[in-house]
């Protein structure tokens, strides 16, 4: 079980990988704790079995998915096997995902031989729009919607003393999402492109540059590289230490707690700590 400081808003990377298999890589899953409330933000594949290191994944307040490719969705299928196969658990976890989610698990039931309340007997499934405004706890989530190559989207979450945590999910450059990352306290930005020559000419990814151009926009006071091959590691490394300490690539199991930004006595303003 996972120690948590009661008012300081944490997140622990379960994994940051991108959709190749690494043998200590998984694909997307991000846990942010407050106090006694959990919430996990993408399943990707190897991230229940990393969760469960920590914690016992039905005891999660809620799971968010920002998009349905396999690589942030597909261990919903693993994480369901904890729960009884027949009848329903005294609470079933809340899952929350995009529009259209719910067609997609629809199908994922059909694909992987279950019946058709095979999902629904273990998670309360909604799906979430770009309007709301959802709390979880003591904790308010909004979302924004990505350029992606299926629809998308980045969630914010914010805590009772006022720190964020935003997460761009996968997406490309993307005015509205540096808009919505605006004074993050800890952005996850994605990087999973080594080249612009990798990508779609629609855009749906970033490259590690563009990834800190995103950061450095939006002003974020610390950033973590996220949705990367590991085998670029030493790389990014390389390219975080020539930006600066506020940005780092991120790895399964690094943890970081979020303290509200110090204020500058008599002025009642937040001191802006130099990125
Ligand atoms: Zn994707
Ligand atoms: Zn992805």
């Keep these: 079980m996972s120690v948590v400081l009661p008012g300081r808003l944490r997140l622990t990377v379960l994994g940051c990988s991108n959709a190749v298999p690494h043998p200590d890589a998984p694909a997307s899953g991000y846990l942010v704790e407050w106090a006694e409330t959990a919430i996990l933000l ?3 594949q190897g ?8 914690m016992d994944p039905r005891t999660l307040a809620a799971v968010f998915v920002g998009h349905m490719h396999a690589d942030h969705y597909l261990d919903l299928a693993g994480m369901r096997y904890l729960y ?4 329903r658990p005294p609470r079933r976890l809340p899952v929350h995902l995009p529009p259209g989610g719910r067609a997609r698990l629809d199908a994922l039931t059909v694909a992987i ?3 058709p309340t095979f999902f629904d007997d273990a998670f309360e499934i909604a799906e979430y729009t770009s309007d709301d405004v959802l709390r979880v706890g003591p904790l308010t989530l909004r979302f924004q919607r990505s350029r992606h190559y299926v629809p998308a ?7 009772p003393d006022g720190t964020r945590i935003v997460y761009t999910g996968d997406t490309g450059p993307n005015e509205e999402m540096v808009d919505f990352a605006c004074d993050a306290d800890l952005l996850l930005v994605e990087a999973a492109l080594r080249s612009t020559a990798d990508d779609d000419p629609e855009r749906g990814h970033l490259t590690a540059d563009e990834a800190v151009d995103l950061a450095s926009r939006a002003r974020a006071r610390a950033a973590l590289i996220v949705h990367y091959d590991p085998t670029r590691r030493a790389d990014l490394e390389a390219m975080c230490d020539a930006t600066g300490p506020w940005v780092r690539p991120a790895i399964a199991g690094l943890v970081r707690t979020v303290s509200p930004r110090p204020v500058v ?3 009642g303003a937040p001191l802006v ?3």
């Design 113 to 115: 031989s279950e019946r």
């Design 273 to 275: 700590l130099e990125p």
């Design 47 to 54: 991230v229940a079995r990393r969760l469960e290191r920590l």
């Design 42 to 44: 993408d399943v990707g």
């Design 153 to 159: 989207w980045g969630v914010s979450i914010e805590a």
């Design 84 to 87: 009884p196969w027949a009848g």
């Design 265 to 267: 006595a008599g002025s």
